[in-house]
C-alpha cells in the first residue's frame, strides 16, 4: 500500500497527532533559525552564502535520510538546516532590525495570519492537491529567474511585483504542504516540517521586503 492509501485510512486521532508532531518539528526548527540569526548577526562577506550552500545540503541529506528510515539523523539535519537557514538570512534580520524595525514586527504579524489562513484552507480541503507541486516549482524557477534579473535592473515598482509574486507563489506551496500534511504518514513528518518551515521563512522574508518598501 502507498504511504498516501496508508495515510487515508488513518484514524481522526492519529491525524491529529502527526499534524501536531509536524507543528511542533516546524516551531523547534524556527526556534533553531532564531538561535542561528543570532550566532550568524556578525556573518560577513560572504558568509551567508556559505550557510545557504550548506543548508541546502542538509535539506537533500535529511531526505535521503529519512527514506532510508534513518530518522535520528533526518531529525538532526532539519534542526541543522533550520540553524543554517537563520544564519544565511541574519544579515538582512539585522539590518532591518536596525533601520525599520516596524517592518519586522509588520512582517512576522503578517506571516502569521497568512500562513495561519492559507494553512488552515489546504488541511481543510479533502482534494488531494499534489498535483500543484509541478505548478508551483514551475513558478518558482521563473521567481528565481526574475530575482536574478532584478540584480541588474533597478525598478521600484518590478521589486514591488516580485515580493506579490513571491507571496502568491510560496502561498501556493503552502496550501499544497498543509494538504500533503492532511494525508501524510508519519514517516513523512521531518520532511514536510522542513517544507512548511521553508514556506514561513520564504513568506516572511517577501513581507518584509514588501513592507519595508512601503513605509
Do not use: K
Not at 101 to 123: C, E, I, M
Not at 127 to 136: E, K, V
Amino acid at each position: 500500500m502507498s504511504s498516501t492509501g496508508f495515510a487515508e485510512t488513518l484514524a481522526p486521532g492519529q491525524t491529529q497527532t502527526i499534524f501536531a508532531r509536524v507543528m511542533g518539528l516546524v516551531a523547534l526548527t524556527v526556534g533553531f533559525a532564531t538561535l542561528g540569526a543570532y550566532l550568524g548577526r556578525n556573518l560577513g562577506g560572504g558568509g551567508w552564502f556559505v550557510a545557504w550552500i550548506i543548508a541546502l545540503g542538509c535539506l537533500v541529506g535529511l531526505n535521503a535520510a529519512n527514506a532510508r528510515g534513518n530518522s535520528g539523523l533526518a531529525l538532526g539535519l532539519l534542526f541543522a538546516f533550520g540553524l543554517l537557514m537563520g544564519a544565511s538570512v541574519a544579515t538582512t534580520l539585522n539590518y532591518y532590525s536596525a533601520t525599520d524595525p516596524t517592518a519586522v514586527r509588520q512582517a512576522f504579524g503578517a506571516t502569521a495570519l497568512f500562513v495561519g489562513g492559507l494553512g488552515a484552507g489546504g488541511y481543510a480541503t479533502r482534494r488531494d492537491l499534489s498535483f500543484l507541486y509541478r505548478i508551483a516549482f514551475g513558478l518558482l524557477l521563473l521567481l528565481i529567474i526574475a530575482g536574478i534579473v532584478l540584480i541588474f535592473v533597478h525598478i521600484p515598482s518590478l521589486y514591488t511585483a516580485y515580493a506579490v509574486a513571491g507571496l502568491a507563489i510560496f502561498g501556493l506551496y503552502t496550501v499544497i504542504d498543509f494538504n500533503r500534511l492532511r494525508r501524510a504518514g508519519t514517516n513523512e513528518a521531518i520532511p514536510l516540517a522542513a517544507g512548511i518551515f521553508l514556506d514561513v521563512l520564504n513568506i516572511f522574508l517577501f513581507f518584509l521586503r514588501l513592507f519595508s518598501r512601503n513605509n
